[in-house]
């Protein structure tokens, strides 16, 4: 065999799209997504016979057509139990999950704790455009109080859920938030959540220009003065030259200062220092900062490396065959109190 033949195939952006016309509203921000989603995996090299799109019943579940990988159209709010079971069952595979803010959040909550909790490796994308897009525009878990909708028309009186807080406080490990369009800041977050062994939660907040459009303007339009990117070792600064940045007070609650070395301004060594890996109580205060009062941080919220559900339970059944053998499902099954029925109906 000849070395090219050997090389491995080089593939791009386009080799992931699918032959299905995608068809989403036009503005749409899940075409930005799909866009960067396919060039992130492109760039990161996978295989595309060992990926996986799972996804459940929204505007956004209609992703793994777009694909040219495997993947599964499931059921409302199901994804995570169906990507679960494929994971344990295929290790090997790279399992992706698309979902949104009312199939995640709303009938799927419950699935989607658990497989957070377990820190499956599963890499969880949920789009937030505050709104249940495909069944016409009802409000959603992640909707603003007072959002006028088909469901609300006086507005709503339900005060929202904050997705990245559920998902730290199911026991995600790994935890990031990013804007629909800002393809740069989101390859970085897909290459390191496809390097995570564990459960992955990203909320990318996404535009939906029919039923709910400009919910994330603010943040998208003047990433300035409404935007906080997140580093590694880096104080917690926005705004024009970095004008403004986030202190706790003695009650340890956040307030935006302008920070400078002269009065009535905040140094730079009071500013709160960002840690992906720092406690949950400070990745959980950052889960919480949002518009309008605060600037909303977008980047990796929080990581903890630690062991994976499907890699205990399988060390557990290697550890269980080396202590006990193979096993007999027969013997298993014959173990105990056991008979037969016969045809005259007397137990033997």
């Known amino acids: 065999m000849s070395d090219a033949a050997k090389k491995p195939i080089k593939l791009g952006k386009k080799d992931f799209e699918s032959d299905q016309d995608v068809r989403w509203c036009p503005g749409c921000g899940d075409y930005a997504i799909l866009a960067t989603v396919q060039r992130a995996l492109a760039q990161i090299g996978v295989k595309r016979e060992s990926t996986v799109f799972v996804s459940g019943i929204g505007c956004s579940s209609r992703f793994p057509y777009y694909m040219n990988t495997y993947g599964f159209h499931s059921i409302h709010g199901r994804a995570p139990a169906i990507a679960s079971g494929l994971k344990i069952a295929r290790p090997e595979l790279d399992v992706w999950v698309i979902t949104g803010d009312g199939d995640g959040l709303s009938i799927g909550g419950n699935h989607l704790l658990h497989a957070l909790r377990r820190n499956m490796d599963l890499k969880i994308l949920l789009f937030n455009n505050q709104i249940y897009g495909l069944t016409k525009g009802q409000y959603s878990p992640t909707s603003a109080i007072g959002t006028?909708?088909?469901?609300?028309?006086?507005?709503?009186?339900?005060?929202?859920?904050?997705?990245?807080?559920?998902?730290?406080?199911?026991?995600?490990?790994?935890v990031a938030r990013v804007a629909d369009t800002d393809a740069k800041t989101m390859l970085g977050i897909l290459e390191r959540a496809y390097q995570h062994k564990g459960s992955v939660f990203i909320e990318i907040l996404q535009n939906c220009p029919v039923f709910n459009d400009g919910i994330w303007d603010t943040v998208k339009d003047d990433p300035t003065g409404h935007q906080m990117h997140l580093a590694e070792g880096k104080p917690l600064r926005f705004g024009e030259n970095g004008k403004h940045g986030i202190k706790l007070d003695a009650e340890m609650r956040p307030h935006v200062v302008e920070v400078g070395d002269g009065p009535g301004l905040t140094p730079e060594s009071e500013l709160l220092v960002h840690k992906e890996q720092g406690s949950t109580a400070y990745a959980f205060l950052l889960a919480s900062l949002m518009q309008p009062d605060f600037p909303v941080p977008v980047g990796v919220l929080h990581r903890d490396p630690k062991p994976s559900y499907e890699q205990m339970a399988i060390q557990q059944v290697a550890d269980a065959k080396a202590k006990q053998g193979e096993g007999d499902l027969e013997k298993l099954l014959y173990s105990g109190m056991v008979w037969e029925v016969g045809a005259d109906g007397v137990k033997h």
């Open 148 to 174: 006028r909708a088909a469901s609300t028309p006086v507005g709503s009186v339900d005060y929202p859920v904050a997705p990245a807080t559920i998902a730290l406080g199911a026991g995600a490990t790994f």
